[in-house]
């Protein structure tokens, strides 16, 4: 097989799997071949919305830390994370 068929036969292979998968958004990629809006952003603008998605008081509430409370002790909010752990 050459890669352009290898290629091809993944992404069918997706196309068939994708709709049945037990992922919780599973509509927002419709074609692993095109990128996704903020695909291109800095690294540093992905991290922070990482740290946003998982900050401590969602980790906490998930079951994954025993604490709400950022690593320095504060209370960990949006505005915590820019101001303080983002420098």
Known sequence: MVRHDICRHNYTQWKEDWPSASVVNHTIVTDPTIRQPGFDLPRHTWSLMNRFRARRANLHKWG???????DCGQRQTMNHIVDIVAR
């Open 64 to 70: 994954l830390t025993q604490s709400p409370s950022c």
